[in-house]
């Protein structure tokens, strides 16, 4: 069986003191969480800003100490392991894929409607997940949400 990794991030950013999050809409019809794969050499920190930088051209502040991982098998005799930290950004850039246009549009929606969006329910329980981190963080980080 072929062992395939990819690594991103849940991105957010705060408005008005509120949490949205960044979804990708893929070229293929899904809505995802921004991910891809490890080049020979890389760590999983490096690959997920890489990643982050080429699908959306933000910049982010990844915090490792998030780290959820899932495991699929995307076609028969292939197993993947995809880990996820969050990042954030305060850039108001729109988000662009200048890479492989594999990226198609973004979406940028509070827990509720990202919730709804989200195509995988893997991607859903990262999300859960890392709402609950970021929540909690974030509110003893600045006192505030």
Not at 29 to 36: D, E, M
Not at 60 to 84: A, L, Q
Request: hydrophobic letters at 35%; glycine letters at 4%.
């Amino acid at each position: 069986m072929l062992k395939e990794k990819s690594c991103g991030a849940v991105i957010y950013k705060i408005d008005n003191n509120k949490v949205f999050y960044l979804l990708s809409i893929m070229s293929l019809g899904h809505t995802s969480l921004t991910k891809g794969h490890v080049e020979p050499g890389e760590t999983e920190l490096e690959t997920a800003k890489r990643e982050i930088f080429e699908e959306t051209n933000l910049k982010t502040r990844i915090d490792t100490n998030f780290r959820k991982v899932i495991t699929y098998s995307p076609k028969n005799d292939v197993i993947k392991d995809v880990i996820f930290f969050v990042a954030k950004t305060t850039e108001e850039i729109i988000p662009e894929d200048k890479h492989d246009n594999e990226v198609i549009d973004f979406y940028w929606l509070d827990f509720d409607k990202a919730l709804q969006k989200l195509t995988f329910e893997s991607d859903k329980d990262v999300l859960r997940e890392a709402n609950n981190y970021i929540l909690k963080k974030e509110k003893i980080e600045n006192g505030k949400l």
